[in-house]
Every structure is written in C-alpha cells, then in structure tokens.
C-alpha cells in the first residue's frame, strides 16, 4: 500500500511546537482508515464497520509543523476470525521514523472470507 500524506497542522502542536502524542492516535486512525478503505476496495461513503481493540505507540523521534506533514504506512501483521492486527509506522518526510505502533481492531460483525482474502492479498 502506498503511503498516506497527513498535514500537520498548527493544532496538532503542544506548547513545545511538537506535534502531541495524543494526536499520533488521530494519525494513526486516518491511516488504518485509509489503508482498510484502499485494501477492502471502499466507494465513497462505504465503511468498514470496526473497532479499535488495542493500540501500543513507541513514539521515536518528534514531528513539528515545519515538517509540513507526516507519512504514514500500514502493514498486515495477522487476521484472526474477528480481528486484524496492523504495524503502522508514522515517518516525517525525510524519512525519520517518528512512531511506530500495533494496533488490533475487531470487526463488528466478523470477517467474511472475501474482506479476509483481500486483507491478505494486501501483504503479497
């Protein structure tokens, strides 16, 4: 999967001019979004109705405004018969890992065999 571009935004900033830790989740949540909109084949308005199990953050390096936006890729880690399991990784444009997480969503009603073959083929 290709990786997604997200505008820091003044906002996103603390005090320091760091864009704050809690906002690596909202980044995190637009990746997973956009990577299970892309591997499911989404149309617009079409959701994948999921929740969020779990998430682990190792924040590496800081991300500030003057970055201008931060990239982020998603990666297949395991599908189970209701959850799925993702690596995600949050880089600032030169490349510099600026986070790294799991996270572990459930869907609401299971994973069919079509959404699960097509989860898997995103990792081949």
Not at 3 to 25: F, K, P
Not at 41 to 51: P, S
Not at 58 to 64: A, C, P, V, W
Request: charged letters at 30%.
């Amino acid at each position: 999967m290709d990786a997604r571009l997200i505008e820091i935004r003044w906002r996103d900033l603390d005090a320091l001019g760091h864009v704050n830790q809690s906002v690596y989740q909202t980044y995190l949540e637009e990746i997973v979004d956009g990577w299970l909109r892309e591997a499911l084949g989404l149309g617009e308005g079409e959701v994948w109705q999921y929740v969020t199990a779990r998430v682990a953050i190792d924040y590496r390096s800081e991300l500030r405004q003057t970055d201008v936006h931060a990239v982020g890729t998603c990666s297949l880690v395991r599908v189970g018969k209701k959850s799925v399991t993702l690596c995600v990784e949050i880089r600032a444009p030169d490349g510099r890992l600026a986070a790294e997480a799991e996270t572990v969503i459930v869907a609401r009603e299971g994973i069919s065999d079509a959404d699960r073959a097509a989860l898997v083929e995103t990792t081949a």
